[in-house]
């Protein structure tokens, strides 16, 4: 009877064993998509028709692109802006996607893909009934004026508002929320979420002044691009660049910017 019982816990433990290496080969190899998804329309957090949390966006369509492409499981890892660099360099995330500027400063941190996606200029958001008021960039001389950490609109504000008062904070949803309670006087965005913010807000006003052109966005990868991931991610956005899948995220994202919740 010992031996009947051994044998058959045997053939258990080896029919088990089939079946865990099965489901391990069938499993996706995940990769690590990190972003700050506070910034509609590129990236945001909306809730589904269960009232669960779902990224949504521009950069999140592109970045689940790039894994599908990968043919692995995409996980996000968000985060403030600001940290993005360092979690990427870290080894963190794999890629990441915030609607990121392919500039000299950046290049020192990561390497970084062709362009897929070129915004409106940035812009200044405003309230709207001072929005008059401002007629040039010396409007903002004495003014507190608010950017995302980390970012090159807080450059704008150091470098090209002369006199302006820099409040830089991590989430843009703050920022707004500075303006709309007078806690700053305006704040500098890229142009298509300064005019997203001022859709869905009456009292918010995009002030009738230039600020130069736009940088293209592009995904970034750890320096050296060690796991080889930017000859696929560069065929992927010339893929969905040409079969004009840009516009179609845009347009969904734009669809959804409104419910954002964070």
Known sequence: MKK???????????????ACTATASTAKEQIVFATSADYPPFEFIVLDENGQQQYVGIDVSVAT?????????MVVLNMDFDSLMAAL???DADYVL??????????????????YYTDLPPMILVKADQANS????????????GAQTGTTKADIVTNT?????????????????????????AI?????????FAQSNPDLAVADISLGEAYPYCVAVQKGDPKNLLPSINATIAKLIA???IAAFSAAADELSDQAIE
């Open 4 to 18: 009947i019982f051994v044998m058959i816990l045997a053939a258990l433990l080896c029919v088990s064993a089939i």
């Open 65 to 73: 692109a790039i894994a599908d492409d990968l043919g692995k499981e």
């Open 89 to 91: 360099q870290k080894g």
């Open 98 to 115: 915030a609607a990121v500027e392919n500039t000299e400063e950046r290049r020192d941190a990561a390497d970084f893909s062709d362009p």
């Open 134 to 145: 401002y007629t040039d960039l010396t409007s903002f001389a004495g003014k507190s004026v």
């Open 161 to 185: 508002l002369e006199g302006a008062n820099l409040v830089a904070l991590t989430l843009v949803t703050d920022l707004v929320n500075q303006l709309v309670y007078d806690k700053v006087d």
């Open 188 to 196: 500098v965005l890229d142009g298509a979420v300064a005019l997203q």
């Open 243 to 245: 079969e004009d899948q």
